[in-house]
Nanobody, 125 residues
Framework: HVQLVESGGGSVQPGRSLTLSCTPS????????MAWFRQAPGKEREGIAS???????NYANSIKDRFLISRSNAANILYLRMDSLKPADTAMYYC????????????????????WGPGTQVTVS
């Protein structure tokens, strides 16, 4: 039974940084593709960063060069480091997990992921 729990959200001023964490149970972050999504009020959910089992990453243009997805295989945690935060980054952030082990570019589409955390709120103002 796979469960994901996000943490690390909060309220910050523009230009500051936050690091989100995703801690799974019943799942190893090293074994499959994982991703971070976000959804702002009134907008569709957006895939922003993903990573495959080989460490290959994929980023949305909206956050490229500001956000970094990574994982600790030893701690079994997925991270999202967010720098230079903007008010437009305000959203609920979700961790997502798949059973995909391929070597290709990890997807940023929500249909590619089977498991979701409850989300953590990030507010930039």
């Amino acid at each position: 039974h796979v469960q994901l729990v996000e943490s690390g959200g909060g309220s910050v001023q523009p230009g500051r940084s936050l690091t989100l964490s995703c801690t799974p149970s019943g799942y190893r972050v090293s074994d499959y593709h994982m991703a971070w999504f976000r959804q702002a009020p009134g907008k569709e959910r957006e895939g922003i960063a993903s990573i495959n089992v080989y460490g290959r990453t994929n980023y949305a243009n909206s956050i490229k060069d500001r956000f970094l997805i990574s994982r600790s295989n030893a701690a079994n945690i997925l991270y999202l480091r967010m720098d230079s935060l903007k008010p437009a980054d305000t959203a609920m952030y979700y961790c997502a997990a798949s059973f995909n082990r391929g070597s290709g570019t990890p997807a940023l589409t929500d249909l590619s992921y089977s498991f979701w955390g409850p989300g953590t709120q990030v507010t930039v103002s």
